[in-house]
């Protein structure tokens, strides 16, 4: 028996043989307790009869994805394939931000160097009318 209980206090249970692989049963849990939260949001809590939730289609689906728990095996891959994709593509957004930062910064260094730069050749010009040789 694997049983999921979640902070909500909705729960899921999976009940199979010892064969069958934990990691399959803890995710069709999560998979089970993410579309009934979806479909239903929190009308549960007010419910207070039996089969009034018409869960049912749901569940025949997912038993059937995970009937072989080898399938449900690849379905975990992928679904782990996803998130590690979706990880690494917010690492590359948080530094190609943090370049477009960088970026900003040497700019406004650059305009404040020329605006110096411009102000050291007046000034330089000034100094050097007094001691020119007329």
Not at 44 to 67: C, H, I, P, Q, V
Not at 82 to 98: F, W
Not at 118 to 134: D, E, H, P, T
Request: aromatic residues 6%; proline residues 1%.
């Amino acid at each position: 028996m694997h049983v999921y209980l979640q902070g909500s206090g909705l729960a899921g249970v999976v009940i199979a043989d010892e064969e069958y692989p934990e990691r399959a049963a803890h995710s069709l849990i999560h998979k089970m307790l993410d579309a009934f939260t979806d479909e239903f949001k929190e009308s549960w809590r007010e419910n207070t009869k039996d089969n009034s939730m018409d869960f049912s289609g749901w569940l025949r689906n997912a038993l059937k994805m995970y009937a072989d728990p080898g399938e449900a095996d690849k379905l975990q891959k992928i679904d782990e394939e996803l998130r590690k994709t979706t990880k690494i593509m917010h690492q590359v957004l948080e530094k190609a931000i943090s370049r477009g930062e960088k970026l900003e910064d040497l700019a406004a260094k650059s305009s404040d160097l020329s605006d110096r730069s411009k102000m050291f050749l007046k000034n330089a010009k000034k100094a050097n009318r007094c001691c020119s040789i007329q």
